[in-house]
């Protein structure tokens, strides 16, 4: 039986059998079932994977009719960060004109909308500049990024060294009153590029400080739904699911620690968000087929109740792909594929 | 941009369409087919008749805002910077 080429978490190479594959495809998908109490994949789409898995091309694509919209994150900085020296306005074009981008995605390079509230002047008329040299939508976007609220670099006290200590009610208290300045942050910004004229806003990497900022980007799309209901609001998920770093914050009655992203999604549909981004963390000790299964299970959890379009976040160390600056093409697009054609996906 | 990927998305941000409903609904305003939208030169034929920008856009053809005010008329879209455009150039 010939070997099949593989790959960790990590990114490192191995090889491994067809029967290897199958039994980590199998204990991927029960563990995101046991853990999301979602349905496993069934044997068909495990034995899809597996067929794109063992496929020896180094990239492949999705099967003609398959073909879903992409949109990017924080397109310009990866240029800058890249030391490609063009400004955001050229790196718009590149992405347009070079790569036939279907979307365009401005950001500050300080991804966050605490720090850009006070830049947000210059970032408008960059925008207003953008939008009328290129044709793709162009979505802003940028993070709750709710860490930037607490001392020593917000006002804040610190729940991080709040909880050690055991002051509970201290630090419950401040992330309760980081939510309340970073959807006032976030509504401004986000009111101001979207009277500028952005195709749509970006609430990116919501959760990442745990429920507190995922309640703060919830309130964030309401309060800008309602106040621009033409608004278009993509919101991307932190993670698999969001962690309960204050424990007992609630959105309309329902308790946000430890939701996962099928559970987020219909809050998200609630508020009226217009694409939903998934993110499945990648485990570097595991294999990729464990980890892609384990991704796809969650992501279809998803697809399966979603009423809007669903953009899973693909690439390093999420949705199933290793955990590299540079991921490699074959599990990059190896993943991708079986991603959108299991979960059926709208876009990544 | 290569097809007519920035339409369908167009159709998912703006409607929240599904990846199906949006093609269907692009490829019917530009009346094409569904597999049409996914090739670069059936597309790009179809983007220059229309006046909906290509990738390599040339002399006198329609470029950057030019272009999405014809998008926006095709697809029956509100874009909120042809709105901006059409207040900034009405006294």
Known sequence: ?348 | MRAAGDLVARMQMAKAMKIGDAKKYVAERLGVSIADLTDPIIMTEVRNDLKLGTLHAGARSAKGIEAKHNIAELLDLDINCVRNFKSNTTR
């Open chain 1, 1 to 348: 039986m010939s070997k099949i080429f593989s790959r960790y978490g990590d990114g490192t190479p191995f090889e491994t059998t067809e029967k290897e594959l199958m039994e980590d495809l199998v204990a991927g998908t029960q563990d995101a079932a046991e853990r999301g109490k979602i349905d496993p994949l069934s044997q068909d789409d495990l034995d899809h994977i597996a067929d794109i898995m063992k496929c020896r091309y180094t990239a492949v694509g999705v099967d003609p009719g398959y073909e879903c919209v992409l949109t990017y994150d924080g397109a310009p900085i990866k240029l800058i960060r890249t030391n490609v020296n063009v400004d955001r306005l050229q790196a718009l074009q590149i992405y347009e004109k070079l790569m036939g981008a279907d979307t365009l995605e401005m950001g500050f390079v300080d991804y966050s909308y605490k720090p850009i509230k006070h830049i947000v002047t210059y970032e408008q008329p960059l925008m207003e500049q953008a939008l009328l040299s290129t044709t793709a939508p162009i979505i802003y976007g940028a993070q709750p990024n709710l860490g930037l609220y607490s001392q020593p670099d917000g006002p804040f006290p610190n729940p991080a060294e709040l909880l050690p200590a055991g002051r509970i009610a201290e630090a419950k208290e401040s992330y309760e009153k980081a939510v309340e300045e970073a959807v006032r942050d976030m509504v401004y910004v986000a009111s101001a590029m979207y009277e500028s004229g952005a195709d749509g806003i970006i609430l990116d990497t919501v959760g990442a400080a745990g429920d507190a900022d995922a309640l703060a980007g919830l309130k964030t799309a309401q309060i800008l739904k309602a106040k621009y209901p033409d608004i278009s609001i993509e919101m991307g998920m932190a993670g698999e699911f969001v962690l309960g770093m204050h424990g007992s914050l609630e959105f309309e009655g329902v308790r946000l620690a430890g939701l996962y992203n099928h559970q987020m999604l219909e809050l998200a549909e609630q508020v009226g968000v217009d694409i939903f981004g998934t993110v499945m963390n990648t485990n570097t000790t595991e294999s990729a087929a464990w980890n892609l299964a384990r991704a796809i299970t969650f992501t279809k959890s998803c697809t399966d109740i979603a009423k809007i379009p669903i953009h899973a976040n693909m690439g390093m160390g999420v949705g199933g792909v290793t955990v590299n600056d540079h991921t490699p093409i074959d599990i990059t697009s190896k993943a991708s594929k079986a991603m959108v054609e299991v979960c059926r996906l709208d876009g990544l």
